[in-house]
């Protein structure tokens, strides 16, 4: 049974860092898609970051590129998202998610439970 364990949100002011971390079990990260999404209260769940599994190519939602920065530790089986110069608009429930072939927001077989970040102004 698949399983993805979040951790590492909180709360934290503007400008500052948090390093979300989840750790997967029954599926590699090497061999399928993973990624992170989030919900603020009221908005839609959205796209994050994605590394593709066998290249370990990364993409990212306009709204973070060069702030945030997807990674894996293969040997952990754990993909991390480091979050630099935090907003108030990156306040939201952020999710890990897997699939064993397309990952998107619609499209996706596994969820983790959520870690919420919060950014004070």
């Known amino acids: 049974q698949v399983q993805l364990q979040e951790s590492g949100g909180g709360l934290v002011q503007a400008g500052g860092s948090l390093t979300l971390s989840c750790k997967a079990s029954e599926l590699s990260f090497t061999t399928h898609p993973a990624g992170w999404f989030r919900q603020a209260p009221g908005q839609e769940r959205e796209f994050v970051a994605f590394?593709?599994?066998?290249?370990?190519?990364?993409s990212y939602a306009d709204s973070v590129q060069g702030r945030f920065t997807i990674s894996r530790d293969n040997a952990e089986n754990t993909i991390y998202l480091q979050m630099n110069n935090l907003k108030p608009d990156d306040t939201a429930t952020y999710y890990c998610a897997a699939s064993f072939s397309i990952l998107t927001v619609e499209k996706a077989d596994f969820w983790g439970q959520g870690t919420q970040v919060t950014v004070s102004s």
């Open positions: 590394l593709d599994g066998w290249s370990g190519g990364a």
